[in-house]
């Protein structure tokens, strides 16, 4: 069972930056695919961002590239994603998910376990 636990949410202006933050409580963190979703209010939970286990590939939705990075500390058990020039578009729900394996997975089904989420509200 693997704890995943969200942090660096909150209020932002348009243009702005966040780094959210996703400690994961296992062992064998490193052995973990790790991907961002986000769910806005009356839409689907949507993928963001995924790292690969060793951090090497990358993969990110269309309407985030070049704007977020998505990272990952296996020494600290913790991946971040750093999100610049937000968008008011880019508010929801931030979610930090993992799963076994070393694919980056797009779909949310393909993931094994979830945070609670953190929430990200960007403002004009």
């Known amino acids: 069972q693997v704890q995943l636990v969200e942090s660096g949410g909150g209020l932002v202006q348009a243009g702005g930056s966040l780094r959210l933050s996703c400690a994961a409580s296992?062992?064998?963190?490193?052995?973990?695919?790790m991907a961002w979703f986000r769910q806005a209010p009356g839409k689907e939970r949507e993928f963001v961002a995924g790292?690969?286990?060793?951090?090497?590939?990358?993969r990110y939705a269309d309407s985030v590239k070049g704007r977020f990075t998505i990272s990952r500390d296996n020494a600290k058990n913790t991946v971040y994603l750093q999100m610049n020039s937000l968008e008011l578009e880019d508010t929801a729900v931030y979610y930090c998910?993992?799963?076994?394996?070393?694919?980056?997975?797009?779909?949310?089904?393909?993931?094994?376990?979830w945070g609670q989420g953190t929430q990200v509200t960007v403002s004009s």
């Open positions: 998910a993992a799963r076994s394996g070393g694919r980056v997975g797009l779909s949310r089904s393909e993931y094994d376990y």
């Open positions: 296992s062992r064998a963190f490193s052995t973990y695919a």
């Open positions: 790292i690969s286990p060793g951090g090497l590939t990358t």
